[in-house]
């Protein structure tokens, strides 16, 4: 039975338990590669809700491109939390299209440990990065990681597609705080793989570089962890 006006849509928001909580209105956004990939997800699809987690500091300072075979490794710490906040992020995403159930609407989680990928083009169904840049949850920098004006880069993401039509939250008035940086990230890249942006490119990443360095070191978080961007004293 349709049943769409219980409680308010933008109230199911606030019953969220994560840091931050966006959500894109598709109707601002149609027929850009947002919406088609959304409605290639599940058609008819309104809004997509975007849902964030810290990632700590201290974590994060573990983080290392180098290992020896047999050593402690520290740098494992950053998988496990991750894992932890990923675990947290589902659930609540879960929670949510449980609600959205009950008032008819429907909606498909796309997993903050990240969704099927074509590995030919290193491309996923929907980028979260971007749903949550169009969100106002934070803006894209040079590293090509969404820093949030909280957090910086260090958080972790996961998205619902829905036919609920939540409304679009407001743009963040954030400014980039990469030309002050002036490119950290580019200079720590052990991959190369980050170049400065030319003109209105947001970032310039070769993403194949980037994803063979992570393989064959194990991993890699060099540009997440040096990020200057929302660092405290932590
Ligand atoms: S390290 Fe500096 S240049 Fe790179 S994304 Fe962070 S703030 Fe921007
Ligand atoms: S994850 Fe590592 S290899 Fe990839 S862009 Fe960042 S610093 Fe470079």
Same mark, same amino acid.
């Given at each position: #039975?349709?049943?769409?006006?219980?409680?308010?849509?933008?109230?199911?928001?606030?019953?969220?338990?994560?840091?931050? %909580?966006? /959500? %894109?209105?598709?109707?601002?956004?149609?027929?850009?590669?947002?919406?088609?990939?959304?409605?290639?997800?599940?058609? =008819? &699809?309104?809004?997509?809700?975007?849902?964030? #987690?810290?990632?700590?500091?201290?974590?994060?300072?573990?983080?290392?491109?180098?290992?020896? %075979?047999?050593?402690? &490794?520290?740098? +494992?710490?950053?998988?496990?939390?991750?894992?932890?906040?990923?675990?947290?992020?589902?659930?609540?995403?879960?929670?949510?299209?449980?609600?959205?159930?009950?008032?008819?609407?429907?909606?498909?989680?796309?997993?903050?440990?990240?969704?099927?990928?074509?590995?030919?083009?290193?491309? =996923? !169904?929907? $980028?979260?990065?971007?749903?949550?840049?169009? /969100?106002?949850?934070?803006?894209?920098?040079?590293?090509?990681?969404?820093?949030?004006?909280?957090?910086? !880069?260090?958080?972790?993401?996961?998205?619902?597609?829905?036919?609920?039509?939540?409304?679009? $939250?407001? !743009?963040?008035?954030?400014? $980039? !705080? @990469?030309?002050?940086?002036?490119?950290?990230?580019?200079?720590?890249?052990?991959?190369?793989?980050?170049?400065?942006?030319?003109?209105?490119? &947001?970032?310039?990443? +070769?993403?194949? /570089?980037?994803?063979?360095?992570?393989?064959?070191?194990? #991993?890699?978080?060099?540009?997440?962890?040096? @990020?200057?961007?929302?660092?405290?004293?932590?």
């Amino acid at each position: #039975m349709a049943n769409k006006d219980i409680t308010s849509l933008e109230d199911l928001l606030k019953e969220v338990k994560v840091d931050k %909580v966006g /959500a %894109v209105n598709l109707g601002n956004w149609k027929d850009t590669p947002l919406w088609k990939d959304a409605q290639k997800l599940l058609p =008819g &699809a309104k809004s997509i809700v975007v849902l964030a #987690m810290e990632l700590f500091s201290e974590i994060v300072n573990q983080t290392t491109s180098k290992a020896i %075979v047999g050593d402690l &490794a520290l740098r +494992d710490l950053y998988l496990a939390n991750s894992g932890v906040i990923e675990g947290h992020l589902d659930w609540e995403g879960y929670k949510l299209i449980k609600k959205l159930h009950v008032r008819d609407y429907k909606g498909l989680l796309l997993p903050a440990g990240g969704s099927p990928y074509d590995a030919r083009f290193l491309e =996923g !169904p929907l $980028s979260y990065k971007n749903v949550a840049e169009a /969100a106002g949850t934070g803006i894209i920098g040079w590293h090509s990681l969404l820093i949030t004006p909280e957090y910086g !880069p260090r958080v972790r993401l996961a998205c619902i597609v829905t036919d609920a039509p939540f409304t679009g $939250s407001t !743009p963040t008035d954030m400014e $980039s !705080p @990469c030309i002050k940086c002036g490119g950290t990230c580019i200079k720590i890249c052990p991959a190369k793989a980050i170049r400065k942006p030319q003109g209105d490119e &947001a970032y310039r990443l +070769d993403k194949y /570089a980037c994803c063979s360095y992570y393989t064959a070191s194990g #991993m890699c978080a060099e540009c997440l962890r040096v @990020c200057p961007a929302g660092r405290t004293t932590k």
